[in-house]
């Protein structure tokens, strides 16, 4: 059964930082990954997918890679705004057709 | 394009009542909808997966007879909390595949559901 794991559950950085959240999967055999941002009761956006075949992928101050093998991912944000204050989720999908297995999440902090 | 509308965003509703939760992918059709619950600081659970036409998939552990899923069509899905109670309150979230990426899934904006 694959897990996602999220490391810092929590994150709090002064704004202009740039800063890396973890992701962690148990099943290297993925079909993609995805980061989603989530603010306070609200529902998910998409920010980043990658294809099981890909390294990376980037959007403006957003990076995300991908190492298969080593069940990781990483999202990186380059100077970090207070606009960026939310939870950020890492989900993966185990193929084409099957379901989404969701870390628990970053909270992120930046403060001005 | 890839929108997927949620009604209603909150409900409040009394102990042993029922309540509707409906889910639209309002400029794709969807073969298939998820419907997860998230408690407070949690992750997204799936609850359960409905195709079209067919009937839904529950997982381990969720009552299908309290939550009712209904797919009706390539555009719709509802969740229905049947007798609802306090523990039921969660916010729910549901997303859907998109027939033509199925890879991809479009997530709603979630309902909040209160049971006093």
């Known amino acids: 059964k694959q897990e996602v794991t999220q490391i810092p559950a929590a994150l709090s950085v002064p704004e202009g930082e740039n800063l890396v959240l973890n992701c962690s999967f148990t099943?290297?055999?993925?079909?993609?990954l995805q980061w989603f941002r989530q603010d306070p009761g609200k529902g998910l956006t998409s920010l980043l997918l990658?294809?099981?075949?890909?390294r990376e992928q980037t959007s403006g101050r957003l990076n995300a890679s991908l190492d298969k093998s080593s069940g990781r991912s990483t999202l990186y944000i380059a100077a970090s705004q207070p606009g960026d204050s939310a939870t950020y989720l890492c989900?993966?999908?185990?193929?084409?057709?099957?379901?989404?297995?969701f870390g628990k999440g970053t909270m992120l902090l930046v403060s001005p | 394009g890839a929108v997927v509308s949620q009604h209603p965003s909150r409900v409040i509703c009394k102990s042993g009542t029922s309540v509707k939760i409906e889910c639209r992918s309002l400029d794709f059709q969807a073969t298939t909808m998820f419907w997860y619950r998230q408690f407070p600081k949690q992750s997204l659970m799936l609850m359960a997966t409905?195709?079209?036409?067919?009937?839904?998939?529950?997982e381990q552990g969720v009552e299908k007879d309290k939550f009712l899923i209904n797919h009706a069509s390539l555009t719709l899905s509802t969740l229905t909390v049947t007798s609802a109670h306090p523990e039921d309150s969660s916010f729910y979230i549901c997303?859907?595949?998109?027939?033509?990426?199925?890879?991809?899934?479009?997530f709603g904006p979630g309902t909040r559901l209160t049971v006093t």
């Open positions: 997303s859907a595949r998109n027939r033509d990426r199925p890879y991809e899934q479009y």
């Open positions: 989900a993966v999908m185990n193929s084409g057709y099957s379901t989404l297995t």
């Open positions: 990658i294809q099981s075949s890909q």
């Open positions: 099943d290297s055999a993925i079909y993609n």
């Open positions: 409905s195709n079209e036409g067919s009937k839904a998939t529950y």
